[in-house]
């Protein structure tokens, strides 16, 4: 419990003291997956809502199926998300395996795999201060708020908005506390490693971001 306190005030010592252990990713997950399914609580209203409207625009749904395949479609998001923070954990964890390699680090599998699990904790948090700020502004769509720079953007349907959207403080925080961890585990210079992580994170993002289709 000590660790979920001072990841975020010392994080290096917290990445030393967990070095050694192989569960040490479970609480930090089980928070993840709780603060995620809070935030897709108070959103689910405005995701329902964005994907009734893209299903009538189309015209290829039935209307009067509508209501039901949207039931679905929460249920889905819920499990989906749950799997998909998961997956993501080991998936995530391998990569950073591949980095060490490359650096020729120290690091072992678990190790990569507890750096996951606590530097996924900034962005999850971002997640649901957005989310209770959509439902206390009484928000219509969930464009109307925004952390990031893509709040500057009057235009939330564009490229550029999808692109300043990616600076969000909580997105900086996650990727310093993945540069911290990995660093640490490598037992590598921090910048070695945080070329090759904002790298990956900036081609990853952009790519995701320019091959998205247009809202």
């Not at 306190?5 to 917290?14: A, K, M, Q, Y």
């Not at 399914?37 to 995701?47: F, I, N, T």
């Not at 953007?153 to 909580?170: E, H």
């Amino acid at each position: 419990m000590k660790n979920l306190v001072t990841i975020f005030s010392s994080p290096r010592d917290t990445f030393e003291r967990v070095r050694g252990s192989k569960v040490a990713w479970i609480l930090p997950t089980i928070l993840v997956i709780i603060i995620s399914l809070v935030s897709l609580v108070l959103q689910m209203p405005y995701l329902l809502d964005y994907t009734r409207q893209a299903w009538l625009k189309m015209g290829t749904v039935d209307p009067a199926q509508i209501e039901q395949m949207l039931g679905m479609t929460a249920i889905t998001s819920y499990v989906g998300g749950i799997v998909g923070i998961i997956i993501m954990l080991f998936l995530v964890a391998l990569l950073l395996v591949l980095l060490n390699l490359i650096v020729r680090g120290e690091g072992k599998y678990m190790q990569f795999v507890n750096v996951v699990a606590y530097a996924n904790l900034p962005t999850v948090i971002g997640g649901l201060l957005t989310a209770v700020l959509l439902v206390a502004m009484n928000a219509q769509s969930l464009t109307d708020v925004s952390l990031s720079l893509g709040a500057l953007v009057a235009d939330k349907t564009g490229v550029a908005y999808r692109i300043l959207s990616l600076i969000n403080p909580f997105t900086i925080w996650g990727l310093y506390l993945y540069i911290v961890g990995a660093a640490t585990m490598m037992k590598r210079p921090r910048k070695k490693v945080a070329i090759w992580i904002v790298a990956v994170w900036l081609i990853y993002s952009l790519v995701t971001v320019l091959s998205a289709p247009a809202v």
